[in-house]
């Protein structure tokens, strides 16, 4: 009987067929072509141009809005996700939205998470798609609201016609208005749908073992900004699995999320809507509890001789801690009477000056106390580094 993790388990061919032909027929075919031709501008635009589409398909539509339904989005938004996520050869949005919430769900359990990294990067990177394991076997009971999507059950139906159709003859198409067919075919069609399925599947891997985890260290996700470039800003993957339902992956101004800003730019023209974003109380409240996690077992890791040191250390460390979480729980109960408020209609002059009076002291004292964490936490590591 197969087991979920079974190495013995049966080989998936239109999987390994499509990974390692594409794969195989990229390296032979593309460096082939030029050594006898050159390559026209157009054909490499062309490869760039699907490239980002195929990227931004997947990680907008496959990923933020039918996996996670972190926004809404107007039927000529959809349809285009739809065309260039299909062009990416991903399987369809239902199977791949499935799939990708059950990961979330047992996220790390080699029993049941579709591509667990705990299984190592070859098998969270491809190898789950060569064979049939049980670990991947689809239900899609997680699934109703894209079963009972129109514009989704379609594609799922004619997606391997749609798929095959898409890839050939739309290259095809532009490589005859430039005047390369070929070139276009190679680069705009082989070369980038091989460079699309390894940039995804770093997420599943790479992201799993290389970067920071600033917000959660119970799951293997990393933040990697350098991924990100890549990725369409998929690399902020530490705090994607810990607040999922986030349209946001990268949420600092300077985090390179070009996903997250189309989806809010069409917000702008009516294109989005209803964006989702976690509370800001919930997000800084993860990160801080995470310096003091790692604070705490630095402190636990010195040696007994300087144990009272340690012990002063720590009890300072965990009044600082106390104080910047109550102000952060003081600074939510704020936010909620303002929402309760605004929601009831007290819209009067006084009431609103008063709340933004409240909240701009309350910011300078949530900083102040964050100021003073972090440097302990900063004299925390260089203890640390000295012992």
Known sequence: MTTRV???SPIHWPGTITLFGTTIAALILVPTYAWYNDYSTA???SFVVLAILNGIAITAGYHRLWAHRTYEAHWSVRFVLMFFGTMAVQNSVLIWASGHRTHHRHVDDVEHDPYSAKRGFWFSHMGWMLRKYESGKEDLSNAPDLLKDPMVMFQHKHYTVLALGINFLFPA???FLVGDLWGVMLLGGLLRLVWCHQTTFFINSLAHIWGRRPYTDENTARDNDILAIFT???????YHHLFQYDYRNGIKWFHIDPTKWLIAGLSYVGLTKNLKRCDTFAIEKARIAMQFKRAEEKLNAHPT???AQMDAMKARLAQEYEHYSKA???????K????QDTKNALKNGDTLAAYKAKFKAMEVEMRLQRKRLQALVSQVQKTGAMA
């Open 43 to 45: 054909a490499w635009v």
């Open 328 to 334: 952060l729980q003081e600074w939510a109960k704020l």
């Open 173 to 175: 198409l532009i490589g």
């Open 6 to 8: 079974d190495p013995n």
């Open 232 to 238: 369409y800003g998929e690399g902020y993957h530490n």
């Open 305 to 307: 001789a300087m144990q």
């Open 336 to 339: 909620e009477a303002w929402y």
